[in-house]
């Protein structure tokens, strides 16, 4: 298996934590966003898209973080399941891993700064404030749905990490980075220490990444 990253993607920062969590070691080849790497052609060839991540496994390229994690949970056994069995609660965690990969988290994708830069001359107080209009009541519904199973232990769906955790952590990270106020949100601050217990978070973490600047 052949990844292709960034050390401040929060998408590929997911799968990291979800290769830590299965044991496995892919190779890894930095694409570096900032300098527009993801749109050269080669690059393209593999993710049309030119977005990261992607995953090559044999003649296949695996993209979409959350695509690629289920892959991996489906086809290596070892390690944690990603995903319950339970078919209602596997579906809570798929809705609360949707509700940062598909509504929260794309608004403040890189191009998405960057065209609020180039086309309305954003600066960045324009662009925290932007990220913050959507990632405060994205996080505060989140919080809302981690409460539900709050009895069932650590983790946002019980005692072991899930897909919705390792979504979380991420865009925790993000609304950190665009001084998003979440001190209130407690469930949320309470799963995030259960994740920096376990090595598999810790070593996912961007400033650990062989790419990290």
Not at 116 to 129: F, I, M, R
Not at 155 to 183: E, K, M, W
Not at 186 to 195: D, F, M, Q
Request: aromatic share 8%.
């Amino acid at each position: 298996m052949i990844f292709y990253g960034y050390f401040r993607s929060s998408a590929a920062w997911r799968c990291r934590i979800a290769f830590n969590l299965k044991g496995v070691e892919p190779e890894f080849r930095p694409v570096h966003l900032r300098r527009k790497e993801q749109s050269q052609p080669d690059y393209l060839n593999l993710n049309p898209q030119g977005l990261v991540p992607a995953l090559v496994v044999g003649d296949h390229t695996l993209t979409q973080s959350l695509a690629i994690i289920e892959w991996l949970d489906e086809t290596i056994s070892q390690g944690p399941p990603l995903l319950p069995e339970d078919t209602i609660l596997r579906a809570e965690v798929r809705a609360f891993a949707l509700a940062i990969a598909a509504d929260i988290h794309p608004l403040q994708n890189l191009r998405v700064l960057n065209y609020l830069e180039q086309t309305y001359g954003a600066d960045q107080a324009a662009k925290d404030a932007w990220c913050a209009a959507w990632l405060r009541p994205g996080l505060e519904a989140c919080e809302k749905l981690a409460e539900r199973h709050a009895d069932k232990g650590a983790f946002a769906f019980g005692d072991a990490p899930t897909l919705a955790d390792i979504c979380l952590i991420p865009q925790l990270a993000s609304a950190d980075r665009f001084n998003v106020d979440i001190s209130d949100l407690t469930r949320l601050a309470s799963i995030r220490e259960a994740c920096n217990r376990l090595e598999a978070f810790r070593k996912a973490a961007p400033n650990a990444q062989p790419d990290a600047e």
